[in-house]
């Protein structure tokens, strides 16, 4: 099996664990999240590592553009939402989240690293900066946007 092919492997097992452990309406609930917080983010990370050459797929075969390997981003997509779906409702738990998210983070990128589908500068600090960083944004922006559309929603089937 070509080493390209692992990726689409993990996006589809990402997309499978997400369909097993998530309902149907909380994954149509935090799609928007996970596709702008997880996927989007993703490809503007990887832009940015492949442009200044910090961090790169090295064999990412026909599935890639401008540095981004396509299938990461529909993995990210699918653990961001599995990630909102278990974030915790109570703040100081939010904290614990992030720090478990930063730290399977690392693990995968490692792992990437090891296999040698990917290129980094760094194995720990960047990748410990990089994603503390985007998983306190990404927390943030969850909490405050999920506020904003909930309100949003909540006019709609109760206008009074």
């Known amino acids: 099996m070509p080493i390209f092919l692992l990726h689409p492997f993990y996006a589809v097992t990402f997309t499978l664990l997400l ?5 149907n309406k909380d994954i149509r609930r935090l799609s928007l999240f996970g596709v702008v917080l997880g996927g989007m983010m ?11 050459g910090l961090f ?4 990412f075969g026909p599935f890639g553009f401008i540095g981004v390997h396509l299938f990461a981003n529909i993995a990210w997509t699918a653990f961001f939402i599995i990630y909102f779906y ?3 409702k109570q703040k100081p738990f939010y904290y614990i989240s992030i ?3 930063v730290f399977a983070s690392i693990l995968y990128y ?4 090891d296999i040698g589908i990917f290129e980094a500068s760094s194995r720990l600090i960047l990748p ?13 922006a969850f909490l405050k946007w999920s506020h904003f559309v909930e309100d949003k929603s909540r ?3 109760y206008p009074y």
């Open 19 to 23: 369909i097993v452990i998530v309902p």
């Open 42 to 52: 993703d490809s503007i990370v990887h832009a940015f590592g492949y442009f200044t």
């Open 56 to 59: 790169y797929w090295t064999d």
């Open 86 to 88: 278990y974030l915790p």
């Open 99 to 101: 720090a478990a998210g």
């Open 110 to 113: 490692n792992l990437l690293l």
């Open 128 to 140: 410990l900066i990089g994603f503390t960083v985007w998983f306190s944004v990404a927390t943030w």
């Open 155 to 157: 006019e709609k089937m």
